[in-house]
């Protein structure tokens, strides 16, 4: 067995390079060398021990890849074959998948399902910030890369694009609808651009840097909300006078965008969240209306499986939707330490970056 280098927990504020054996290939599973992945904003809960994951664990969930060995019953495949892989990998035969959430694909137990049992890549089992990644049931998440498309084009597939696509379709946008997205940061940019598709008319990005909203500009927004010289719910509110937004979009994980998501929606109105919350929420009594608002609140992790993935390569390869802008750092895997450091402190305008084994 080789041995291959990796990005690996090591403790709370703590994630190095080390060498670990290359996984073995199961009769279901693909070992992929990794060609480009990246750093995602759950990496960082991780590093800072928000989400617990076992030390010694291969971080990441965002692989762009070559087949290097298929299982013995993989079909359909064949070694050399450019594909990503989803951050959720479901089997395809759980209850869960079974019942159209394949993202909840955790173990049926006595005691029931596992929360996000689907997210298994950089949580329960090894990741994707090494040199190779075993993709279980391989059948159900490799989705060939379509010719002509380079590896950044595609490399926010896997995670933060479906994301944030699924923020807006699990707000159930439709066409002329108005929309306020909370936070900027890479799954509220994919949030914009996935209200735009969907035929939002009026879509309201909010977020704290310039930076961010110039991006979400390009993305689609129709109006800037810069909330840390306004107050967001007065502003949006000004902006429908005073109807509120159909949908708003919570995107980044605090009491205060979910409350303020809450407050900006017109009676009726569905709030869509998905961001990563470390603390327990709270719901204002006014702002939720006493429960008689006949608001919507809906939270979402991001699908995954290879039909998924099929569909997010092909928005790109149609040129509907470009996401090149929010890959603003490369790092080789070799500095991985100075790529969290940068990541984690949200320093030098960045958005997402690119790591090259």
């Not at 509110?237 to 017109?266: H, K, N, P, W």
């Amino acid at each position: 067995m080789g041995m291959m280098k990796a990005a690996i927990f090591a403790e709370p504020g703590r994630i190095v390079l080390a060498d670990k054996p290359i996984p073995d290939v199961g009769p279901l599973d693909a070992l992929l060398r990794v060609t480009t992945t990246t750093i995602c904003g759950t990496d960082v809960h991780i590093l800072k021990g928000e989400y617990p994951v076992a030390r010694g664990l291969t971080v990441g969930h965002e692989p762009v890849g070559v087949i290097e060995k298929l299982g013995s019953s993989v079909r359909g495949y064949r070694e050399g074959q450019r594909v990503i892989a989803g951050a959720i990998t479901p089997s395809g035969y759980s209850n869960a998948c079974l019942c159209g959430r394949c993202s909840q694909d955790g173990p049926d137990t006595e005691h029931g399902w596992a929360p996000m049992g689907g997210w298994r890549l950089g949580n329960t089992i090894d990741g994707c910030q090494a040199e190779y990644v075993l993709i279980p049931d391989a059948m159900t998440n490799l989705a060939p890369v379509p010719d002509g498309l380079m590896d950044e084009q595609v490399l926010l597939c896997p995670d933060i694009m479906s994301t944030g696509f699924s923020g807006a379709e699990s707000g159930a946008i439709a066409i002329g609808d108005t929309v306020a997205i909370f936070a900027q940061g890479p799954i509220g940019l994919c949030a914009t651009a996935g209200a735009r598709l969907m035929g939002a008319s009026t879509i309201i990005a909010v977020d704290r840097l310039p930076g961010r909203l110039a991006v979400a500009r390009a993305m689609g927004a129709d109006h800037l909300v810069n909330a840390a010289t306004e107050d967001p719910v007065a502003a949006i509110m000004a902006l429908t006078s005073g109807r509120g937004v159909d949908v708003s979009i919570e995107a980044l994980g605090t009491q205060a965008t979910f409350e303020a998501a809450l407050r900006v929606l017109r009676p009726g109105g569905r709030l869509s969240s998905l961001g990563v919350y470390s603390t327990d929420l709270t719901l204002p009594l006014d702002a939720f209306a006493a429960g008689l608002g006949d608001h919507t609140i809906t939270t979402t992790l991001c699908p995954g499986g290879k039909e998924r993935m099929r569909r997010l390569m092909a928005i790109v390869a149609s040129g509907r939707v470009d996401l090149g802008a929010m890959v603003t750092h490369r790092f080789a895997l070799d500095d991985i330490e100075q790529a969290y450091d940068l990541f984690a402190n949200q320093r030098d305008g960045v958005l997402k970056v690119a790591l090259t084994p």
